[in-house]
């Protein structure tokens, strides 16, 4: 199984936001992203968060850690169709070493 | 086009047969990273090279898997003796050991 989890699915009306959360397991995790993935299209990087953050605000995304909980969340404001799409979050375990263990994704689809 | 490059988009082969996927890296990033990421799945560590040796292989990669990056700047990932299981996005990544890992669109394998 997935050793850092997400919610499957997100229903999200346009112009509202949307909220995608995720545990991760490794307290000693360095840094922690979200990946966004459209269909048959590889993985775009989104943001990321250092490990010794809380919070971390990118335009319409804010990003929230926190770390007691080992839970992650990904806000997106003002969702648009063109948000539609699976979300992936990723924790790296090693400052050494980028190697990424993902969830299984998030699919948020934005209805009209 | 500064971004990873992956080819061929889509392979169709047969069970039995041998294929060989290519990546080019962003320049001058010296890690690359291969990912296998399964239907309704997060992607899936493989293996990864600094410049032109292999320093780490999944317990995933089986015998029939071998990737290289002779010159420390593009690579490839074989797999011999197809089998159905093996169907999958193979995805490569690269990073020039910021904070940052960014990914090509994928090698989309079907095993027929």
């Known amino acids: 199984g997935e050793d850092v989890e997400q919610s499957l699915f997100l229903s999200v009306r346009e112009g509202d936001s949307s909220v995608i959360n995720c545990t991760y397991t490794d307290s000693s995790s360095t840094y922690l992203y979200w990946y966004k993935q459209e269909p048959g299209a590889g993985l775009q990087l989104l943001t990321y968060?250092?490990?010794?953050?809380d919070m971390k605000q990118d335009q319409r995304l804010t990003v929230l850690l926190n770390k007691k909980d080992k839970h992650l969340s990904l806000r997106i404001a003002d969702t648009q169709t063109g948000d539609s799409a699976i979300y992936f979050c990723a924790e790296r375990r090693d400052s050494n070493d980028y190697k990424l263990s993902f969830g299984a994704g998030t699919t948020v689809t934005v209805r009209a | 086009d500064t971004g990873v490059s992956q080819n061929p988009r889509h392979k169709i082969t047969k069970r039995g047969q041998n294929v060989t996927f290519r990546c080019d890296p962003i320049s001058e990033h010296n890690r690359l990273y291969w990912y296998r990421q399964t239907l309704g799945q997060g992607p899936e560590f493989l293996t990864y090279?600094?410049?032109?040796?292999?320093?780490?292989k999944s317990r995933l990669l089986s015998d029939r898997f071998s990737a290289e990056r002779p010159k420390g700047s593009f690579s490839t990932l074989e797999i011999q003796r197809t089998e159905q299981g093996d169907s999958a996005m193979y995805l490569c990544?690269?990073?020039?050991?910021?904070?940052?890992?960014?990914f090509g669109s994928g090698t989309q394998l079907s095993v027929l």
């Open positions: 090279f600094q410049n032109e040796a292999q320093l780490e």
């Open positions: 968060i250092f490990s010794n953050m």
């Open positions: 990544a690269s990073t020039d050991l910021n904070e940052k890992l960014f």
